[in-house]
C-alpha cells in the first residue's frame, strides 16, 4: 500500500494504536519479568510445550500464563506454534539460568522496583537536579545498597550479567599489551579482568572495588593463578599506582560530570605519563536513530544522576581529567571503548 505523502517513511498506519502501545511499555516490562520469574526459558530449553504444560510445570494459572506469553510473541520473546505450543526464541534463550551467557539476572534487576519506581518518577524528574531515587528511597544507590544486603546481591548479580557480553567483548577488540598490568577500577566482580587475561597470558591485574562486589569475584581458578590481585577502595580518593592501562568500565555514567573528574584525577595521579585509560561506556551517536545508550541515559538520570555521553562530551571532559582522547573503538555489544593517554 502507498505511503501517506504526510507520513513519513517507516511511520505506523495507525498512529493512535502505534502512541498506547508506547505508553504501555510498562506492561512488557511486567510481562518479562513474569517470564523471568517463573523460568519460563528454562522449561522450553528441551522443546516446545503448551501453556497448560508450562502452568503445571511453574505452579501458575494456565489461561493467565498463556496471555502473557501471547503477548510476548507479539516481542519474538517466545513463539506460539498452530498447536498452540510455545518454543524458545533466539530473542528468549538469554532468559535461561543454566547457560554461562544467561542475561535472567539483569532482567529481574532491571524490572525490580529498584528500577520500577524511580522510572515512574521521570515526569517529577525533570524537574529536579539529581536523581529520582535518593529522594525516593531516602539514599542515593550505592548508599542503600551497602544498607541492604538483598538488594546488593540482586544489584550485583544483575551487573554481572549485564556486563558478561560487554566484557568478552571488549577484550576480544581491545589491544591489550602483552605484559603489564591492567588495574580495573570500580572492575566489580573482575568479568573484564578475567577476560583480558585470559586472551593474555602474560598480563597480570588488579581488581580495584568496595567490599561486597570484591567478595564475589570471578578471578579464582588455576588458569589466572597467580597473575592477579583484589584491593578495596575508594575510587574518588585513590585508585592503586604502577599499572599499564587502567580502565573504568561502567564508571563514569554513573556520575555527574564533578564527580567524574574527581575519579579520573585519582586516576591521573595513580598513572606515569603516556599510560591509557580505557573507558567504557555507550558513546551516544547523533541524530534519532535508536540507541540502547539513549534508553540507558535516562534510566541514569533517574537512578544515579549519572549521564550517557557523546564523544565530544568524553573529549572535554578527559581533557579536564588530565588525559587526551586518542580513539574511540566500536564494540559487538553497546558500549564502545574510549580510549585516552595521561599527560
Same mark, same amino acid.
Given at each position: 500500500m502507498?505511503?501517506?505523502p504526510n ?6 498506519r495507525?498512529l493512535?494504536?502505534?502512541?498506547m502501545d508506547q505508553a504501555m511499555g510498562?506492561v ?7 517470564a523471568a520469574?517463573h ?9 516446545p ?5 508450562? /502452568?503445571? %510445570?511453574?505452579g ?5 500464563l498463556?496471555? *502473557?506469553?501471547?503477548?510476548?510473541a507479539? #516481542? @519474538?520473546?517466545?513463539r506460539?506454534d498452530t ?5 524458545l ?6 532468559l535461561?539460568t ?5 542475561l535472567?539476572?539483569a532482567?529481574?534487576m532491571l524490572?525490580d522496583?529498584l528500577?520500577?519506581?524511580t522510572t ?5 524528574s ?6 529520582s531515587f535518593?529522594r525516593l528511597f531516602g539514599a542515593p544507590?550505592f548508599e542503600?545498597?551497602l544498607?541492604d ?5 540482586l544489584?550485583d548479580?544483575?551487573?554481572?550479567s549485564l556486563?558478561?557480553?560487554?566484557d568478552? /567483548?571488549v %577484550? ?5 599489551p602483552?605484559?603489564?598490568? *591492567? ?5 566489580? #566482580? @573482575?568479568?573484564?579482568?578475567r577476560?583480558a587475561l585470559?586472551r593474555?597470558?602474560q598480563l597480570?591485574?588488579v581488581?580495584?572495588d568496595q567490599a ?7 578471578l579464582?581458578?588455576?588458569?589466572l ?16 599506582e ?5 580502565v573504568?568500565k561502567h ?11 574527581r575519579?579520573l ?6 598513572m ?7 573507558v567504557i561506556?555507550?558513546v551516544l551517536?547523533p541524530?534519532?536513530a535508536p540507541?540502547f545508550g539513549k ?9 544515579v544522576d549519572?549521564q550517557?555521553r557523546t564523544?565530544e562530551?568524553?573529549a572535554?571532559l578527559?581533557s579536564?581529567?588530565g588525559f ?7 564494540t559487538?555489544a553497546f558500549?564502545?571503548?574510549?580510549e585516552?593517554?595521561a599527560?
Open positions: 502507498a505511503t501517506s507520513r513519513p517513511t517507516g511511520e505506523p495507525d493512535t494504536a502505534h502512541l510498562h512488557f516490562s511486567a510481562a518479562l519479568r513474569t520469574h523460568r519460563i526459558a528454562d522449561q522450553l530449553a528441551e522443546g510445550r503448551t501453556a497448560e504444560q508450562l /502452568a503445571a %510445570a511453574t501458575t494459572h494456565a489461561p493467565h498463556r496471555r *502473557v506469553l501471547r503477548y510476548l507479539t #516481542r @519474538g520473546i517466545f506460539e498447536a498452540g505450543a510455545y518454543h526464541t533466539p530473542a528468549a534463550a538469554p535461561r543454566d547457560t554461562p551467557d544467561s535472567h539476572p532482567v529481574m524490572t522496583e528500577f520500577l519506581r515512574a518518577a521521570i515526569p517529577e525533570v524537574r529536579h537536579d539529581g536523581a535518593e544507590l542503600h545498597l544498607s544486603p538483598a538488594a546488593r546481591r544489584f548479580d544483575g551487573m554481572s556486563s558478561a557480553p560487554v568478552e /567483548a %577484550a576480544a577488540v581491545y589491544p591489550f602483552g605484559t603489564g598490568t *591492567v588495574v580495573d577500577v570500580g572492575g566489580g #566482580r @573482575g568479568g573484564l579482568l577476560a585470559r593474555h597470558p597480570t591485574g581488581l580495584f561486597p562486589p570484591l567478595a564475589h569475584h570471578l579464582d581458578g588455576d588458569e593463578k597467580g597473575r592477579w590481585r583484589t584491593q578495596e577502595g575508594d575510587f574518588f580518593a585513590s585508585v592503586p604502577g599499572g599499564d592501562v587502567y573504568l564508571v563514569l555514567h554513573d556520575w555527574p560530570d564533578e564527580a567524574c573528574l575519579i584525577r585519582a586516576c591521573h595521579r595513580a606515569a605519563a603516556g599510560r591509557r585509560l580505557l561506556d555507550a551517536p541524530g534519532n540507541h534508553t540507558l541515559d535516562v534510566a541514569m538520570m533517574t537512578v549519572g550517557e564523544s562530551e568524553f572535554t578527559l579536564a581529567g587526551r582522547l586518542t580513539r574511540v573503538l566500536p559487538p558500549p564502545s571503548i574510549v585516552a593517554v599527560e
